[in-house]
Nanobody, 119 residues
């Protein structure tokens, strides 16, 4: 069974930085895509950033220039460096991983980690 374990959330002042980490464990695991989503109270879950196993990255417009995603394929980890945080970045952040096995999509989620940015 695959598990995604997140760490690094917390409380930070506006303008500060946080780094989120996610490690995949369990069965032999090599995700095609690993990334981060977030969900603020009363809002839908939204993509923050994602990285493919080949090194391509994708960012939501609202984090471009502030957040950086990095991935270690050998360790099955993904991290999100968040700089210049704003109060609107407050949300629960979820690690996500997708594997395509023989044409079947398998998707996994972490339990979420709270990020609170005080203004």
């Amino acid at each position: 069974q695959v598990q995604l374990v997140e760490s690094g959330g917390g409380l930070v002042q506006a303008g500060g930085s946080l780094r989120l980490s996610c490690a995949a464990s369990g069965s032999i695991f090599s995700a095609n895509v690993m990334g981060w989503y977030r969900q603020a109270p009363g809002k839908q879950r939204e993509l923050v950033a994602a990285a493919t196993s080949g090194g391509s990255t994708n960012y939501a417009d609202f984090v471009k220039g502030r957040f950086t995603i990095s991935r270690d394929n050998a360790k099955n980890t993904v991290a999100l460096q968040m700089n210049s945080l704003k109060s609107e970045d407050t949300a629960v952040y979820y690690c996500n991983a997708i594997r395509n096995i023989f044409g079947v999509r398998h998707e996994y989620w972490g339990q979420g980690t709270q990020v609170t940015v005080s203004s």
